[in-house]
C-alpha cells in the first residue's frame, strides 16, 4: 500500500465496522449499555471519517499527518501488506473508539475505559525486562542459509565463555548441544568435554548445579541472568522464527529481555532489517552482522526420477507428506530395491527421531536411505547426499497446497550439509562433505523447484508477541465475571496497543485449550487456566484431547491427577504392554534376510503406532504440567519411565516395520500416496537387516538419565 492510500483504507472500513453485531457485544462487556453506545458510535464515526478525509493525500508527511489523528500508520500499512489487515485494522478501530469515548462518552465510564486502554497498552513491552536494560548488549547476527556454518561458529564463541546459553527451537536441538558440551565435541573443544546443564518444558538435567552453561528451548530460556549476574554470551537459534504465529513470541521476547553481554542471533538473511531496527531502539545496544555462504555446494539435478523408484540410490533422503506416505514409500523402497530405510516424520517423538536418524547416519549405514515428512527440514544432522521430492504439496488437513519457498528451501538445504559426509574421519570437528543435490520425483516438479530456490525469500516485517499474563489478570476485573478465559485473550487481541514492528500471535491454539479448559474455569486461577492453555497438546488428536480433559477436570476436582488413574480410560498402558510382549517374543534380525513375517513386527502392533504416539504426547503434557503444578501431577518419574517405554517400543516397531498398504484415494479425504513405476526385470534382493545394537542403543538412552535430574521438593 501506498502511504497516500492509508486514509482511504481506514475511512472505508469504518462504518462497516461501527455497525457490527459483534461490536455492540464488545461494548457491553466494557460497561456500555445499547442507549450509551449507538450516539457515541456515530459521533466518533462522523469525526474520524471526516478528519481522514480532510487530509492532504499528497503531503510528504502524510503518515505523520495520520500518526497525529491517533492511528499507528505503520503497523496498519504492514499488515495491510500481509494480508492480515482484518484483525489489525478491527483492533486499531477499538482502540481509537475507546481513546475517544475517554473524552466523550458517558462519563461514569470514563475512568473504567481509561484502565482498560492502560492495561491492554503493551508499547513498551521491552522496558519491563529491567535486567536487559540494565547491561549494554551486544549483538552478533549471524546471517546465511542452511548449511553456512552459522550456528557452528556461535557455538564456537559460548564454549569459549565463562558462562552462557544455547536457546534452540527443538528440544532435539537443546539435547544435542547439551551432550555435545559434556563430550567435548563443540567447536574447538577437541573432546575435551564441558559440563552443560539442560533445561526444556518437560525435562530438567543438572549435570553441576554451577556448570555455568545450560542448552535450553528458547521459551525456557533465563532471560534473567544467571543467579542474578548477565550470561556472558547467549546463543539464540533459527532467529527467523521471531515472525511464527505461534512460538514467535519466544524469540521477540528473547531478544528484547536476555540478560547478556553478547547475544548471538543465528538464522537466515529474512529477519536483518527488523533485527537491525528493534536492536536499535535498545538503548545502548550495539549490533554487528556476519554473513555466511553455503559452505557446500547445493545443486539442482539436471533431471527428475522420472516416477522410477529404481533410481533411488544410498543418501537419499526421500520427501513425503504423511505418515501413510511415509510408510508406503519405505515398503516400496525395502521391498523392491533392498535398501533399508530409517523414517521421520513429525508424530514420533523426538528421541525415536533421533535413533532413526543415528542408523541413517552411521558409517556402515543400518539404514541406506531415509523417508522423511517436512519434520526433516529442523532439528536433526543428517549426512543425506540427495533431498528428493515426492510431491511438491501438502495436505492441509483440508486440500493439497503447494509447498511454501521456505519449507522447499528449508528441506532441500539439508542436502550435503558441511560435516554431514557419509565418510569422514574420526575428528570431532566438522568437516567439508562433497555437496548435495536435489530434485523431485516427477518430470512435471522440477522446473518448479529449480524457480524456488533460486529466488531470495521474502524479508520477515514483524516480530510476533503474545498477552503477557500479568496483561491478561489485570484486565479481567476490569470485563464481566462470565467471560471466558478464550474470549479474554479475544479481547486483548482486539484491544492491544503493540511495540513498533510487531504483531500479535495467532491465538488459535491456546484459544483452542482454554475452550477445553473452561468447564473448570471456576475452580481454576487464571494462572492455572493459563499454564493448561498453553502445555503442548495436538489439538487434532481426540484420544490425546481426551486424556487432558481428564487431566484438567481430575485436577479441578481433587487438585490430584494420578498419572495411571487418568490413562486408564484410553487403555493405552495395557496396549502398550502387549506390544512389548510381541516383540520380546519375536526372534532377532539376522545379518542377512528377506522379508520374512517371522522377523517383522505383527499387524497389530504396526497398527498401534499412532496410539503409541498418542501415548508418548499425552505423557509429555503430563510431565510438561509436573513442572507447573507439581502438586497436582506427582507421577513424574512413573511418567518419565513409561515414555521411555514407549520410545523403545516405538524405535522397535520401526526397524522392523514392514510397511502399510496405502489406502488412500479410494473415496478418503486425505493425501494421495502417488503410484510410480519401477525399472522392470530387477531381482528382488535381501535386505541388509542390521538391527541396531541393544545395547549401544540402550546406552544412548541411559547418557546422563541419572544426572541431576531436578528434584523440586527439596
Not at 512389548?580 to 513375517?597: N, V
Request: net charge negative.
Amino acid at each position: 500500500m501506498r502511504p497516500e492510500g492509508l486514509p482511504l483504507a481506514i475511512s472505508s472500513r469504518l462504518g462497516t465496522w461501527a455497525r457490527s453485531p459483534r461490536v455492540a457485544v464488545r461494548l457491553k462487556d466494557y460497561g456500555f449499555t445499547e442507549d450509551e453506545a449507538e450516539p457515541v458510535v456515530a459521533e466518533w464515526l462522523a469525526k474520524a471519517t471526516s478528519e481522514l478525509k480532510a487530509l492532504d493525500t499528497s503531503s510528504s508527511t502524510i503518515l505523520d499527518d495520520v500518526a497525529a489523528l491517533g492511528w499507528d500508520p505503520q503497523s496498519l500499512i504492514l499488515a495491510y501488506e500481509s494480508g492480515s489487515s482484518a484483525s489489525v485494522f478491527e483492533a486499531a478501530f477499538m482502540r481509537h473508539f475507546l481513546e475517544f469515548a475517554t473524552a466523550s462518552g458517558p462519563q461514569h465510564l470514563r475512568l473504567h475505559l481509561r484502565s482498560i486502554l492502560e492495561v491492554t497498552n503493551i508499547s513498551n513491552l521491552a522496558q519491563t525486562f529491567n535486567a536487559a536494560r540494565r547491561v549494554s548488549r551486544h549483538f552478533h547476527l549471524h546471517m546465511g542459509p542452511t548449511n553456512s556454518g552459522k550456528t557452528y561458529n556461535a557455538l564456537k564463541a559460548l564454549s569459549k565463555a565463562g558462562t552462557g546459553v544455547y536457546a534452540g527451537p527443538l528440544r532435539l536441538l537443546a539435547h544435542e548441544v547439551w551432550e555435545r558440551f559434556n563430550l567435548g565435541t563443540v567447536g574447538e573443544m577437541g573432546g575435551k568435554g564441558r559440563a552443560c546443564n539442560l533445561l526444556t518444558g518437560e525435562e530438567r538435567r543438572i549435570v553441576e548445579p554451577d556448570a555455568g552453561v545450560v542448552a535450553c528451548t528458547v521459551e525456557m530460556l533465563p532471560v534473567n541472568g544467571n543467579a542474578g549476574e548477565s550470561w556472558d554470551v547467549v546463543v539464540i537459534d533459527e532467529i527467523q522464527m521471531l515472525g511464527d504465529e505461534g512460538r514467535g513470541f519466544a524469540w521477540t521476547n528473547a531478544v528484547m529481555g536476555v540478560n547478556a553481554k553478547e547475544v548471538h542471533l543465528c538464522g537466515d538473511e529474512t529477519t536483518a532489517e527488523l533485527l537491525k531496527s528493534m536492536i536499535g531502539s535498545f538503548k545502548g545496544d550495539t549490533l554487528t552482522v556476519h554473513k555466511y555462504d553455503r559452505l557446500t555446494p547445493l545443486r539442482v539435478e539436471e533431471e527428475s526420477l522420472n516416477d522410477d523408484w529404481s533410481k533411488v540410490q544410498s543418501g537419499d533422503c526421500i520427501v513425503t507428506f504423511s505418515r501413510s506416505s511415509v510408510f508406503s514409500v519405505k515398503k516400496l523402497i525395502e521391498g523392491s530395491l533392498g535398501k533399508k530405510c530409517a523414517v521421520v516424520y513429525g508424530a514420533l517423538p523426538p528421541e525415536t527421531r533421533a535413533e532413526q536418524a543415528r542408523d541413517f547416519n552411521e558409517d556402515g549405514g543400518k539404514a541406506e536411505v531415509l523417508v522423511a515428512s517436512d519434520a526433516v527440514g529442523m532439528g536433526l544432522n543428517l549426512k543425506i547426499g540427495r533431498v528428493i521430492f515426492e510431491t511438491m504439496s501438502k495436505f492441509n488437513g483440508k486440500e493439497d497446497v503447494p509447498l511454501s519457498l521456505t519449507q522447499v528451501k528449508q528441506i532441500a538445504g539439508r542436502a550435503g550439509r558441511f560435516g554431514q559426509g557419509r565418510k569422514v574421519s574420526g575428528s570431532t570437528d566438522e568437516q567439508a562433505a562433497p555437496g548435495g543435490g536435489v530434485t523431485t520425483l516427477k518430470a512435471e516438479d522440477l522446473p518448479l523447484l529449480r524457480t524456488m530456490l533460486s529466488l531470495p525469500l521474502p524479508p520477515i516485517r514483524r516480530a510476533v508477541v503474545q498477552a503477557p499474563l500479568a496483561s491478561l489478570m489485570a484486565l479481567a476485573p476490569l470485563l464481566p465475571s462470565d467471560v471466558s478465559f478464550a474470549d479474554l485473550t479475544l479481547h486483548f487481541a482486539q484491544l492491544a496497543k503493540l511495540p513498533p514492528n510487531t504483531v500479535l500471535g495467532d491465538p488459535g491454539q491456546r484459544m483452542k485449550l482454554a475452550e477445553l479448559v473452561e468447564p473448570a474455569r471456576d475452580v481454576l486461577t487464571l494462572a492455572e487456566a493459563d499454564a493448561f492453555s498453553t502445555a503442548p497438546l495436538n489439538v487434532r488428536d481426540p484420544k490425546a484431547v481426551d486424556i487432558f480433559l481428564g487431566m484438567v477436570m481430575g485436577y479441578a476436582d481433587s487438585f490430584h491427577v494420578g498419572l495411571e488413574d487418568v490413562l486408564a480410560p484410553s487403555e493405552l498402558l495395557e496396549m502398550l504392554a502387549k506390544v512389548e510382549h510381541a516383540l520380546a517374543a519375536l526372534p532377532p534380525l539376522p545379518p542377512y534376510a528377506a522379508t520374512s513375517a517371522q522377523y517383522l513386527a505383527p499387524p497389530f502392533a504396526v497398527k498401534s503406532i499412532p496410539a503409541l504416539e498418542t501415548l508418548h504426547k499425552s505423557l509429555v503434557a503430563y510431565i510438561w504440567l509436573t513442572y507447573r503444578l507439581e502438586l497436582g501431577f506427582p507421577d513424574r518419574d512413573l511418567a518419565m519411565s513409561y515414555k521411555e517405554r514407549t520410545e523403545k517400543v516405538l524405535d522397535l516397531c520401526l526397524q522392523r516395520l514392514p510397511g502399510v498398504k496405502d489406502k488412500r484415494g479410494k473415496g478418503k479425504k486425505g493425501p494421495a500416496m502417488h503410484q510410480h513405476r519401477l525399472a522392470p526385470a530387477a531381482p528382488k534382493p535381501d535386505i541388509k537387516w542390521e538391527l541396531s545394537d541393544a545395547a549401544e542403543a540402550e546406552r544412548r538412552r541411559n547418557t546422563w538419565r541419572d544426572v541431576g535430574l531436578v528434584d523440586e521438593t527439596k
